[in-house]
């Protein structure tokens, strides 16, 4: 059974990054390196929930709040508590990770769309807890006064080039963490608990500790995807923790294919350049998004989840 | 927090009939919102996300037809039929295209809507918040009680919406119709094989409960004001009042909504920032103690 | 090894299971049988943790495990297979035996190193030898036959070496000819692992022929109970199965 092994995704992640690296020597615009920070901070966003769509089969509503409570509580502690960027970054994963253990706790027990829905309740709770305590956050303005970013370790953020390496390297390490979890036997009981929770239980299982521990994880992983926003936008917006987030969050893993790994990336990068092309036009950019949603899902009628299926079991069966 | 002022509140009769009175106003509008919701979850099994938007749509068509004919009885009417015929066509060209696909199929068909109906009334009617004041019938002076001030239009709101949830509750229980819905939702392909036509059924639920849902928007509209995107917040509202009266049972909505809008109400006084968080705080003992709501079945 | 006492379970007011109390011992081969609703389904579910009894013991090598969770008695040794085969689609074969190891060896939520673990392999790779299906080793076990799934059902179970195996309805949904290979795969298993082995079935002739010990369950009650030619004999076992008229008849 051929297995890809620690050893040689550690080379091909480098090897990623290498790349990535190097790419602004070809394309030095601004535009180019300021995409690719945004699409990392998407990617480890969506790649963080479609461990909970796609590989536990919880489909989350409410992924956005993590990324806005990623995003803020980075922004909030490099403003107010001139920590470094390392120990901010820790303590808002330390943040994140106690929030999602709590909202996790109630709403992983539940039925499917009692869970969806209940997830989204929870970010739309940050939303307005956001919006009201306008002496902290800001209200609907955002964060203003901008993240100070103090050297580290020789790394000077302010620097977009040094930014632009440093959000490639977090995403990498990002996607590769992920990536390894899913390739592990805790990844292979979320595939299990997914396909058939019933009979995980009767593995011996305890399916919502299980459940609970994926919804830790990706909310973590959701606050990073927070945590380079914020780093890119200098500041922390509202919008971060609106429900459109987990929305287009859900889209970019359908567009890019759920049962697929890298899909959430390739569907961050097709979504952020479709606004960014789409925004030249027109201000209406809701009206033609929801129109491409609405072709998309209509044409990909039998559910992305039976395409995707599919082509991995295509893959799986010439594999095997 | 600001429990003095709750406090203070409380102590005072007239304080407590208005905020009262408040309540059950936003708690009865949430109710129509919910029952709608409820409605088309019980028969159809489908989620219908975009329930908010339609509320959006019947708070703009009545501020249209008010606007344009002055009568605020043809705008309750006329918003209330167009919704509802907008949510028919929803669900026949779209909708019922997606019910045997994953759930997030059925979410972004939903969530498209949402951003087209949310660009649509923007550059239909603006984006700025608007008002549609109160319509010359109900300006007469507030009925005073106790100190408290009960406007008359709030009077006309009860009433109605009682006369609504009177209505439904005799279509889905006495008549023919009603049979044939609860019949569908409990076993569609028995149904349709006893010769009655389930997409018939299926799009007339989805019209009623879309129905539900633009009234609601039609009746606040004198008292609320309106945005692109206020589709929203009642859409989480009214799902947080299914889960605790109980996903499919209309008393539940009422009992839910009536303490949600309360809840709202007197939290607002007492901890001005963390309002919301009351409600889920709320919701999310409910859910403890009784996972199916106060009065679901277990599904 | 497994005793049931006094077991009641009602639905909504119907009895589905009424005083059972039943013994199983150590290492034996029992078919529990009768007819369509007699609570079958109900007593292996109130057994494995599906269901919470009303009432009675469940006890399994001396400890009662009535009303624990089912993951709780899962670990205690119950091992189940399901009418309808209960696996894992997108997953094949191997993928799911070994998943299934790993819970037993409580190493399923480990992030350490990557699936499968090595002490894993030969495990899996001996329950899919017992069960016959090495064969199918890579294939999705959602693209498998039925009879397979079924078998695959049976695997998944076996892995975590149960000391209590309940079998519900091995040969379901299978041609005659298949559901004698079943039998034989099933009764090969149970002598090489010496576990104790209840199924439920139908067909007479393969109760007859592989059970050690019958039970015979109606209405939710226990009609009777011994070996094939006591049972075979017994009148109230005819009267269940044939009526009244051929009970008579045997006795006579």
């Known amino acids: 059974m051929r297995r890809p092994s620690l050893a040689r995704d550690a080379i091909v992640a480098l090897a990623l990054f290498a790349l990535l690296a190097f790419l602004p020597t070809v394309f030095p615009s601004k535009s180019f390196s300021d995409f690719v920070v945004r699409a990392s901070a998407f990617a480890i966003f969506a790649t963080s929930l479609n461990l909970l769509i796609g590989y536990s089969g919880m489909v989350s509503f409410g992924h956005g709040l993590f990324f806005g409570l990623g995003a803020y509580s980075f922004a909030l502690l490099m403003q107010k508590t001139g920590s470094s960027i390392p120990a901010a970054i820790g303590i808002t994963l330390l943040v994140t ?15 499917e769309i009692y869970f969806s829905f209940l997830t989204l309740a929870f970010q739309m709770l940050l939303y307005s807890v956001i919006i009201a305590w306008t002496d902290v956050t800001g209200g609907d303005q955002g964060l203003t006064g901008g993240v100070p970013r103090p050297a580290f370790l020789g790394i000077r953020l302010d620097d977009p080039h040094h930014l632009y390496v440093f959000c490639c390297a977090i995403m990498v390490a990002s996607l590769f963490l992920m990536w390894h979890l899913v390739q592990s036997p805790f990844g292979y009981t979320l595939r299990m608990i997914r396909d058939n929770p019933r009979r995980a239980e009767f593995l011996g299982i305890a399916v919502w500790r299980v459940r609970l521990m994926a919804f830790v994880v990706a909310g973590v992983f959701g606050g990073l995807g927070g945590v380079i926003i914020s780093l890119f936008v200098s500041s922390a917006y ?16 359908l567009l890019g294919g759920i049962g697929v790994f890298l899909g959430p990336l390739a569907g961050a990068a097709l979504l952020l350049a479709l606004n960014d092309t789409v925004t030249k036009f027109t201000e209406h950019y809701s009206l033609v998004l929801g129109i491409v949603i609405l072709v998309f899902a209509l044409g990909m009628r039998k559910g992305l989840l039976g395409f995707g299926m599919e082509r991995w079991r295509a893959r799986a069966g010439r594999g095997g | 927090m600001d429990i003095q002022a709750l406090l203070t509140c409380l102590a005072s009769a007239s304080c407590i009939v208005t905020q009262t009175t408040g309540g059950l106003i936003s708690g009865i509008l949430l109710f129509l919102v919910a029952a709608g919701l409820s409605l088309i979850f019980g028969t159809l099994k489908v989620t219908n996300f975009m329930h908010g938007s339609l509320y959006m749509l019947g708070a703009y068509f009545a501020y249209t037809i008010y606007t344009a004919t002055g009568s605020y009885a043809l705008a309750v009417v006329g918003s209330a039929l167009g919704v509802a015929a907008f949510g028919w066509a929803f669900e026949r060209l779209f909708m019922s295209r997606v019910y045997g696909s994953d759930v997030l199929m059925q979410l972004l068909v939903c969530y498209s809507f949402i951003l087209i109906l949310d660009d649509a009334v923007k550059i239909i009617w603006g984006a700025e918040f608007r008002s549609m004041g109160m319509p010359a019938a109900f300006q007469g002076p507030p009925i005073v009680v106790a100190g408290g001030v009960l406007p008359v239009f709030y009077l006309f709101l009860i009433g109605m919406t009682l006369l609504v949830a009177a209505a439904l509750g005799l279509l889905i229980t006495r008549t023919r119709m009603g049979k044939i819905v609860r019949a569908a939702a409990v076993n569609p392909t028995m149904t349709s094989a006893l010769g009655i036509n389930t997409t018939l059924v299926y799009g007339g639920v989805f019209a009623l409960g879309s129905l539900l849902a633009g009234l609601a928007g039609a009746l606040a509209v004198p008292v609320r004001s309106m945005v692109s995107g206020m589709g929203f917040s009642i859409l989480i509202e009214s799902f947080i009042v299914t889960v605790i009266g109980g996903m499919g049972s209309v008393a539940g909505a009422m009992v839910g909504a009536l303490l949600i809008g309360l809840v709202r109400s007197f939290g607002s006084i007492g901890f001005p920032l963390f309002t919301e968080g009351l409600m889920f705080a709320f919701m999310t003992a409910v859910l403890i103690v009784k996972p199916s709501g106060l009065f679901g079945r277990e599904a | 090894m497994l005793r049931i006492e006094g077991l009641e379970k009602s639905f909504g007011g119907v009895a589905a299971i009424k ?53 709780e008695i899962v670990r205690r040794g119950i091992g189940r297979a399901f009418q309808i085969a209960s696996i894992f689609p997108s997953l094949t074969v191997r993928e799911s035996i070994l998943g299934a190891v790993h819970a037993h060896r409580r190493d399923h939520t480990g992030v350490g190193r990557r699936f499968p673990l090595a002490e894993a392999r030969a495990e899996a790779d001996e329950v899919m030898e017992l069960v016959g299906l090495s064969a199918e080793a890579d294939r999705l076990s959602g693209s498998l036959s039925h009879g397979d799934q079924k078998v695959l059902d049976i695997a ?16 379901a949904g299978m041609g005659s000819e298949e559901r004698w290979q079943m039998m034989e795969t099933v009764h090969g298993l149970w002598s090489k692992r010496q576990m104790t082995l209840v199924f439920i079935e139908h067909d007479m002739d393969i109760v007859f022929k592989f059970a050690q010990t019958i039970r015979v369950l109606c209405y939710g009650s226990v009609l009777a109970e011994g070996t094939p030619e006591d049972v075979r004999r017994h009148p109230k076992v005819i009267e269940a199965y044939l009526g009244s008229q051929y009970s008579a008849e045997v006795a006579g």
């Not at chain 1, 990770?97 to 027990?109: D, E, N």
């Not at chain 1, 923790?241 to 893993?253: P, R």
């Not at chain 3, 998944?156 to 040969?171: H, I, M, N, Y």
């Open chain 3, 19 to 71: 005083d059972v109390s039943l013994d199983f011992s150590a290492g034996s081969l029992t078919a529990v049988i009768g007819p369509n609703g007699a609570g079958k389904t109900s007593f292996f579910n109130l057994v494995s943790g599906l269901l919470r009894p009303d009432a009675g013991r469940v006890l399994l090598e001396g400890k009662d495990i009535a009303g624990l969770p089912a993951p």
């Open chain 1, 97 to 111: 990770a106690l929030v999602a253990t709590a909202v996790g706790a109630i709403c992983v027990r539940l039925k």
């Open chain 1, 238 to 253: 509202p919008d971060f923790a609106y429900w459109t987030i987990s929305g287009e969050a859900v889209f970019m893993i």
């Open chain 3, 156 to 171: 998944l179970a076996l892995a975590l070496r149960p000391k209590v195996l309940l079998l519900d309805e091995p040969t």
